[in-house]
C-alpha cells in the first residue's frame, strides 16, 4: 500500500488553495458539470480536457479517438460502479495516461477523484512515477480521507497540493 503524508499542516489547504495560480479552469469545470449531466464527454469536450491536463504532448494519440469511441469509454466510466472499470474504460482511449483519466474522473464523476499529478503526489510525499490500479486505489483513498479531514472539496485540494509544490519544489516542471 503506497503511503501518503501532507508537507504542511492540514489547516493550511484553504490557504493553498486560494493561491492557485494555474491557467484558468473555468473552461474544463463547465466542461466537467455539463458530462456529468450527459454521463459522457463529447470528442469536443474530451479533446479540450485532454489538452488542458496535457499541454498537447500526447495530441496526434488522443484525436485518433472517434465520437463513438469517447462516449462510449467515458459513459462507462461515468457511470460504472466498479473503480477498475472507471479508470480502464478511460485508458483504453488512445493517449489517456493514468493522469489524464484522473482528470476525467475528477471533473465529470459523482463521486469525489483526485487529479493524479507529479505536483500533487509531491506535496503528499510521494514522488512515484509509475502508476498501477492499486497505486490509483490508494491515491483516491488517501486524497478523499485528507479532502474529508481539511473540510474542502476535491477540487481545492486538488488546487491546493498543485500550488504548493509550484510554490515550494526545488524542479519545477512546466506541465499540468
Known sequence: MAEFAIRFPKAEVPKWAKRYAYAD????????DRSKLASFYTRE???????????GRPRRHYQCNSEEDVRRQTAIALTSADEQTRMMALRNLRGVSWATASVLLHLAHKEPYPILDFRALWSLRCERTCHSLAFWRDYVQACRILAAECGVSMRDLD?????????NQREKKCNR
Not at 25 to 32: A, P
Request: contains cysteine; glycine residues 4%; aromatic residues 14%.
Open 25 to 32: 479552469d473555468t473552461e474544463v469545470e463547465k466542461i466537467g
Open 45 to 55: 469536450d474530451f479533446l479540450t480536457v485532454c489538452e488542458w491536463k496535457t499541454r
Open 159 to 167: 488546487r491546493a497540493l498543485w500550488q504548493y509544490s509550484k510554490e
